[in-house]
């Protein structure tokens, strides 16, 4: 099931896409699902077709907790070894953002980059001090993510919350995929300035990863209590590079999606 979250005529719902992918957006509808999309799913029996709404980012995290150098060959583009255990990090809530809407460029930074990344959604209960099968069952579901970077700012600074904590610095989206294998799947990042010409920047598959998507949740939450709806970011392949003003970055992950964000400055 893919499950979104998106502006309506009458205000915000999360819903079920239904149609296949291939067909394009013309070709998928979305069924309103009554309430959230946490435990028993209800539909109201209200459906708009897709490109009638406005997709917003799939959830609203209490957090985003990201993983470093997850990926052997983005470690050694920047000249580090892989960290014998996970490297985490935290995004601020307030820089997610969802489909199309604008990343925007902050004035302290002249080198900010694209990282696309598979995501985790944790589903109820939650995840607390779990083992790799509790934290399997944590999984709600998958979607795409960019972890923006300012990667001046992550050299100068002693640790990054600045270089990745600013406005618009998560885009995720498009939706929420459930029940979705993702032990190798296709992590792949375009980005260009006319949609019949963009340049693949990063292209990796998730087998690759240094730690796996279960070892990742059992882990953080040996640390912090992971809540329905916070999202996990499993690190980037290798490829990462910087985004200018009127870009257009998609990060497209095999099964989910594409999530595509126009590149502006701040005003």
Same mark, same amino acid.
Not at 35 to 57: C, E, K, N, T, Y
Not at 88 to 99: E, H, M, N, W
């Given at each position: 099931?893919?499950?979104?979250r998106?502006?309506?005529a009458?205000?915000?719902?999360?819903g079920?896409?239904?149609?296949e992918s291939?067909a394009?957006?013309?070709g998928?509808?979305i069924?309103?699902?009554?309430g959230h999309?946490?435990g028993?799913?209800?539909?109201?029996g209200?459906?708009?077709?897709?490109?009638?709404?406005?997709?917003l980012?799939?959830?609203l995290p209490?957090?985003?907790?990201?993983?470093?150098?997850n990926?052997?060959e983005?470690?050694a583009?920047?000249?580090?070894?892989?960290?014998?255990?996970?490297?985490?990090?935290?995004?601020? =809530?307030?820089?997610? *953002? %969802? $489909?199309?809407?604008a990343?925007? #460029?902050p004035?302290?930074?002249?080198?900010?980059?694209? +990282?696309?990344?598979?995501?985790?959604?944790?589903?109820?209960?939650?995840?607390?001090?779990?083992?790799?099968?509790?934290?399997?069952r944590?999984i709600?579901g998958?979607?795409?993510?960019?972890?923006?970077?300012?990667?001046d700012?992550?050299?100068?600074d002693?640790?990054?919350?600045?270089?990745?904590?600013f406005d =618009?610095?998560?885009? *995720? %989206? $498009?939706?929420?995929t459930?029940? #979705?294998d993702v032990?190798?799947?296709?992590v792949?990042? +375009?980005?260009?300035?006319n949609?019949?010409?963009?340049?693949?920047?990063?292209?990796?598959?998730?087998k690759?990863?240094?730690?796996d998507v279960?070892?990742?949740?059992?882990?953080?939450?040996?640390?912090m209590?992971?809540?329905?709806?916070?999202?996990v970011?499993?690190?980037?392949?290798?490829g990462?590079?910087p985004?200018?003003?009127?870009d257009?970055?998609?990060?497209r992950?095999e099964?989910?999606?594409?999530?595509?964000?126009?590149?502006?400055?701040?005003?």
């Amino acid at each position: 099931m893919r499950i979104a979250r998106f502006a309506h005529a009458k205000g915000m719902s999360f819903g079920a896409v239904e149609g296949e992918s291939e067909a394009g957006p013309q070709g998928l509808t979305i069924a309103e699902i009554d309430g959230h999309p946490f435990g028993q799913i209800q539909f109201s029996g209200a459906r708009w077709a897709l490109s009638d709404v406005r997709l917003l980012s799939p959830i609203l995290p209490s957090k985003v907790v990201c993983v470093g150098r997850n990926y052997a060959e983005h470690a050694a583009e920047h000249g580090n070894e892989v960290p014998k255990e996970p490297l985490l990090f935290l995004k601020p =809530s307030t820089s997610v *953002i %969802g $489909p199309r809407d604008a990343i925007r #460029l902050p004035i302290f930074s002249k080198q900010v980059e694209h +990282e696309a990344e598979l995501a985790v959604v944790i589903g109820a209960p939650g995840a607390r001090r779990a083992d790799r099968a509790a934290a399997a069952r944590a999984i709600f579901g998958y979607t795409c993510a960019n972890d923006v970077t300012a990667r001046d700012l992550q050299r100068s600074d002693s640790q990054w919350t600045r270089a990745k904590g600013f406005d =618009s610095f998560c885009p *995720i %989206g $498009p939706w929420i995929t459930t029940g #979705l294998d993702v032990s190798d799947l296709e992590v792949r990042c +375009e980005v260009g300035r006319n949609p019949d010409e963009m340049e693949v920047r990063q292209l990796g598959r998730t087998k690759d990863m240094v730690f796996d998507v279960p070892a990742l949740v059992s882990y953080i939450s040996h640390v912090m209590t992971l809540l329905p709806g916070d999202v996990v970011l499993t690190g980037t392949p290798a490829g990462v590079s910087p985004l200018t003003d009127g870009d257009t970055v998609t990060v497209r992950i095999e099964g989910i999606g594409d999530l595509t964000n126009s590149v502006v400055p701040v005003v």
